[in-house]
């Protein structure tokens, strides 16, 4: 690729962007558009459509980029949570990562590469430079410039594992800090119990609630018993929707008798109707039925909650029964975060599953590779002309020839890439986890090793799959192989950020598949109005994407440094645009509290490591052994200084100290409002098909199904 | 190796172990002896040195093996913990398996490999056929008998699973009955906490008393602050040793005073006095200054014991400080059993010396195989003859010859293996494990991997070791090498046992260099009399030893059946000395509770499983590739057996359930004794050095040297 086609690349990037900014600009103005754009300010403020035209709604205005701008991280945290400020603080991170990158790779490096074993600077025919003149590969071997890369190598990495501490450190404060603040919260209160010993004479409940009775006498203070009842779930769920179908055919059928004042029905709509009700008391039958068998469907685990945090940690943390199978305890998750269908398998077919979702993962990795393997094809214009023989007139005009190496690839790439996320999130789904948060996280990881390897390794090695994972058997040539790999590849990456990333972005702001859903509702459906659904921010998809670009700067920061600067603008107006979202659109549904940053923390750790694997191959390619050698300590730093960050800061992730737990009960030790708290932490972990009654009443304007009122089994 | 030779073999084993058992049944009774064949009894009971001769202390005597076998299993554990009674539990959980393994081998496997391809078995000219006849290399490819070894292997394999189900099960349930039944014992009550964290003011003591009052209030009962004391030791060490040669020389004196009603004492030996007496000053000068200065080797570790067992169990389960690097809990040892000199390193120096101990280890086992490649050329008389040609004469010698290959071979191998385990012993202790038992199961451990590749797959593989590093790179080829391999080293490993296995029992009970030191002792030494050290068991040397053999069996089960009658009288004979050895010769310093048994586990599971990869292999082999496949899912079996095991037991042998804590704590809360108890438990942590004056004054019957007599720094 020459530098031309990049820099074509770059202005049409740049201007679809501007497009995409101006009409958004616009289009979010407009009153019918506020449920694409702003549909979290709607539910939450209950927002007017105001309908009145104003010719200002029609200009372009920047006014959203600095109300994105504005708001403080606190506002952020109220907001959206820690969850929302640590993928926010990815932005800020990798700002200041890329900044300093930035500084020494284009500012020291890339002269010198552009240099190559010149001493001056030659600027003749720079638009027709091939890109490999910016980079690494084009400084002879054995040269003694070569050591400036490797001093800055070490100074990047330093850099970076500063800032990675500290922001481990603030992260952990922060969550440290917001527990200290909270409200008294279900989860903290509550343990999930599994392998609960089956008695001969005893239910489930009763041995739960002897067990406690006895070991926790002081602390112990409710339990829930969770039922299998994903049947009476999908009952539930059929009977709304045909309930829901009824009241609406009969408010229509109203209307039109107050209209027309005829009061036959149409014999048609009377017949229908008679038909829904009909299956409506079939169900009605069966959910009796359902009900009633209930208590047989009463699974060996339950929802313990205790009167203090620190009562629940301690049931938490020790081993309760002599037997280690039984009495197995666990956090449990927010009432609302619990993933209730993964109650419903046996151990076994949860045991199953896991197997299944293991094998279909690496199935997905293993195939996938075929597509980029053609989509790779598409940057060499001779096997394009070579696949398609009559596309060859076509080719020959530069502007084409320049688009199809310059966008092409990465936006075909990108089309697979879309459903990646959801798939990896259905299967999380089915393994076993008890809560959203940790499907959502589970699936972020695997995404997130999915994308390294399908886009960066598949296109580094570039050869069939066979020849990769004989790779992992020599583990010797590892850092050779990839040495010979990455560079060549960098004209295709740089265009991967100015493409994919950029237009990702722009994609996120613009929201083109809900906007043409919304309109395609208003001209067609029936308005319902009430049914706006504020979606959870797609964690799964957008971290290991965001991740995935900061593993491309760094791998590239001291290959082709040409690529910092189109980085580093993804990162500013991905920090832009992320925060106009946060605030806008998604609203979180259960928090995490920051259990997002370690997985930010190792993948920036792996690509620290990958960058001084490749370094280690390169300097011995370039007939320094010396430099690749003085190389490999600096790897082992790198781990060294990731395994005391997770013995430092990784507890904080996963469970609260004793002091936190102590000084927040003693705080709240003699406030009114606990005994409040703590009668509805009683039924705060019911199956929400139990309690669905509940649900109607809160609803308000919603008609009452008599059907769905009892609160109890 | 022929039957004959074989049988040779054996004679002289049967020979000499009869021959040792005789000796011993004779000397066993001379007085003399007691402290080598008794010295437990000695210590314990103060067994008076009848030295009245009898005629009947002469003649041998099969008393002691009556005596071996008749105490009960309770018995024993009175006698030497859980830990002897789970080393004596191998045997009789080996005598089980290997039962059935002849009666399967013996019985069915035997006559079929013996027959080969003929219908009926051939006797003729017995005493010359190869050991190969007796083993499954005799069975021509494809055979269809082959499936009766398939199905001896999966049989034998399920026996073996529900023996280790079972005797797991038997031991867990013993360890938690002795916790129940014991007596309060000061490592339950008690945790070490590390990473103290250091503040200006206050000193670690105070520091671990404020934060304990403060977060256990209900519970806290006392600390004790580690100090730097390696050199303080020291010091005491040298004056201690300078102290016993003074007072001995100053006693002879007044004796030749006595004697010779001289005055003067000679002027040799008053000098000596003098400079004696002049050192002894100058360590005392050194000890004081050394104490003076001790409050300025605190070291941010301490033990802080609780009123109850479940009180510390919370404190040690629980993230104690908001920072998880400091406050680190972990539970305490006995106080006897706690390695002092670990404390002294510093964490770098730990950590460097970690590193240190797993690059040494790996040297270790990979020279060690030079001197086991040269023992294994022994076996093969054509290149002992090419080596040293002057023995050709003495080689043809048949008698010779069947020495050299039946027994020569494994008695070098004997010998170097003899320093291993103390070897991996030292290693261990600077690893930095916190407790005695600690280091010696770790070393167990070492050792047993150590044997299992040096010894067998050392003799298997027969190659370079780089070929060796290279079969792992090779994981497919594993099963077809090893099935090449192991079949044919099946003379060699019977022969070992019959040698190393048979001869290693009989010197355990000879006890041939402490009888020797006896001798020596009481020939020349100055009679001290009451320096008798009565050691605790080796596990770490035994253990491995005894498990070696039981993988021995176990992978040679179905190639070559023959191994299996030897074993098995290994393990009888080894049942009843090792038995006899535990109540007379080592008294135990302190007990693991049975924590040995999972290493006795894991390594049978893996003897299955690479008895399983074997038969994998040689199914191949035999032009039996369904065989093979359907043995496949065995090893998966049984390794999915091995994780419920570990996940159902192994955590027991980690820490006690809230449910025995809270039991146990509530059977003793009114007994009068407990005050004594928790009394006694505020002083049992105090490190040796500090508080030596106790021991000198319960030592009693030894004049008190004045510097030692302080209590507390």
Known sequence: ??????????????????????????????????????????????????????????????????RAWEPSEEDLLDNSGLDGMVFVRIFTFSLKVF????????????????????????????????????????????????????????????????????????????????????????????????????????SFSESVDDFFREYHPSTYLSHTVVHRTSRLQQLINDAEKLYRTLAHMETEGQTTEQRDDSVHLPGNRAHRLNKLEKRLEVLEVNMRKEQSSLFQKEVPAAFVSF??????????????????????TEPAPEPED????????????????????FVTCTVITALFLIPVVVVQGLTHLEQLEYWFPFLKSVLTISFVSEVITGYLPSLILQLFLYFIPRIMKMLSSIQGYISMSDIVRSACNKVLWFTTWNIFFANVLSGSVLYQVNLLLEPKEVPRILALGVPGQASFFISYVVTTGWTSLSSELFQLVPLICNYVRRMFARKEGDDLAVTSFPYESEIPRVLFFGLLGITYFFLAPLILPFVLIYFCMGY??????????????????GKFW???????????????????????????????????????????????????????????????????????????????????????????????????????????????QSDEI
């Open 1 to 66: 690729m020459i530098l031309s086609a990049l820099l074509t690349s770059v202005g049409i990037n740049l201007g679809l962007c501007f497009l995409f900014f101006t009409l958004y600009s616009i289009l979010r103005k407009q009153p019918g558009n506020l449920t694409v754009y702003a549909p979290r300010l709607v539910s939450e403020r209950n927002l007017e459509q105001n309908t009145d035209f104003k010719l200002e709604r029609l200009l372009p205005s920047a006014g959203w980029i600095k």
């Open 99 to 202: 900044g300093i990158a930035a500084i020494i790779g284009v500012l020291i490096l890339l002269p010198i590469n552009f240099m190559g074993n010149q001493l001056i600077i030659d600027f003749s025919d720079l638009p027709n430079k091939s890109l490999d003149s910016f980079s690494i590969s084009n400084i002879p071997n054995a040269m003694l410039r070569l050591w400036i890369h490797f001093c800055a190598a070490y100074v990047f990495t330093g850099a970076v594992c500063y800032l990675l501490y500290y922001e481990y450190k603030l992260i952990s404060s922060r969550r440290i800090a917001r527990f200290y603040s909270s409200e008294p919260q279900p989860q903290h209160f509550t343990i999930l119990v599994r392998g609960i010993p089956a008695s001969g004479a005893k």
């Open 307 to 328: 009167k203090s945090r620190y009562g629940a940690a301690i049931a938490l943390h020790i081993q309760q029964g002599v037997n280690p199978t039984e009495w197995v």
């Open 338 to 357: 619990v993933y209730w269908p993964f109650f419903s398998a046996s151990y076994l077919k949860i045991w199953i599953c896991k197997l299944v979702v």
């Open 576 to 593: 832009l645009i992320f925060r106009n979202q946060l605030f806008n659109v998604y609203s979180p549904k259960y928090d995490t509290g």
């Open 598 to 708: 370690p997985i930010v923390h190792n993948s920036t750790i792996f690509s620290l490591v990958l960058m001084h694997i490749i370094a280690v191959g390169l300097f011995g390619l370039k007939n320094l052994p010396l430099a690749s050698s003085l190389m490999v300590p600096l790897p082992i730093l790198t781990l060294l200084f990731n395994e005391y960050c997770r013995r430092r800061f990784l507890p904080i992730f996963k469970v609260y100290a004793a002091e936190c737990l102590i000084k927040k009960d003693r705080e709240e030790q003699n406030d009114p409002r606990m005994t409040e708290f703590l009668d509805k932490l009683v039924t705060a972990y019911q199956d929400p098909a139990l309690r669905r009654s509940h649900y109607y009443r809160t609803g308000g304007d919603r008609p009452t199904s008599p059907l769905l």
